[in-house]
T-cell receptor, first 115, second 113 residues
Framework: GAVVSQHPSWVICKSGTSVKIECRSL??????MFWYRQFPKQSLMLMAT?????????EQGVEKDKFLINHASLTLSTLTVTSAHPEDSSFYIC???????????FGPGTRLTVT | EDKVVQSPLSLVVHEGDTVTLNCSYE??????LLWYKQEKKAPTFLFML????IEKKSGRLSSILDKKELFSILNITATQTGDSAVYLC?????????????FGKGTLLTVNP
């Protein structure tokens, strides 16, 4: 149980374009989803937290207009990187938890390369 | 500011050795501490600890939490090359209406044959 999937697993896009990453909880209701970014040899950095049906809460330093998060259902959240630049190239990981539980389950991650 | 500190940052051992990884934390409104193993992709969940002094065990891995001293350890006995990974400690705490997970930088464990 507690499986989280992400799509795509790997994407290359040109500078200036937008990319959408999907995160799905397959066998549980994800009342809260988290989006992380990880640069090589660094730990996971939380970008934003989203509760189903509410606006996402962004961490300090994360531009909400650049990283659009939508959590419209209990099984799906999306992260859209708008007007991507090479410095946005990173490993993006989502995780999900359900209300009342502290365990957080991670998706397999999406490697974004912006050329 | 919430802080999670892991030590050592990296460790190289031989197969069969026993290792102890450390995690200390300073956070507001502590809820639980979690250990993850990260190989090439996203972290996989190992343990969640909420109570002090109660050891959690899974095969050769075990972990314990000390809420008074604000730390946890992860033990791996009889290490194997497949244990090579980054081990992440994270603390789940609440702030306002949100819960969040704060990660340490991780310990890179390399197990040589």
């Amino acid at each position: 149980g507690a499986v989280v999937s992400q799509h795509p697993s790997w994407v290359i896009c040109k500078s200036g374009t937008s990319v959408k990453i999907e995160c799905r909880s397959l066998d549980f209701q994800a009342t809260t989803m988290f989006w992380y970014r990880q640069f090589p040899k660094q730990s996971l950095m939380l970008m934003a937290t989203s509760n189903e049906g509410s606006k996402a809460t962004y961490e300090q330093g994360v531009e909400k207009d650049k990283f659009l998060i939508n959590h419209a259902s209990l099984t799906l959240s999306t992260l859209t990187v708008t007007s991507a630049h090479p410095e946005d190239s990173s490993f993006y990981i989502c995780s999900a938890r359900t209300s009342g539980k502290y365990e957080q389950y991670f998706g397999p991650g999406t490697r974004l390369t912006v050329t | 500011e919430d802080k999670v500190v892991q030590s050592p940052l990296s460790l190289v051992v031989h197969e069969g050795d026993t290792v102890t990884l450390n995690c200390s934390y300073e956070v507001t409104n502590f809820r639980s501490l979690l250990w993850y193993k990260q190989e090439k992709k996203a972290p996989t969940f190992l343990f969640m600890l909420t109570s002090s002094g109660i050891e959690k065990k899974s095969g050769r891995l075990s972990s314990i939490l000390d809420k008074k001293e604000l730390f946890s350890i992860l033990n791996i006995t009889a290490t194997q090359t497949g244990d090579s990974a980054v081990y992440l400690c994270a603390v789940f705490n609440s702030g306002g209406s949100n819960y969040k997970l704060t990660f340490g930088k991780g310990t890179l464990l390399t197990v040589n044959p």
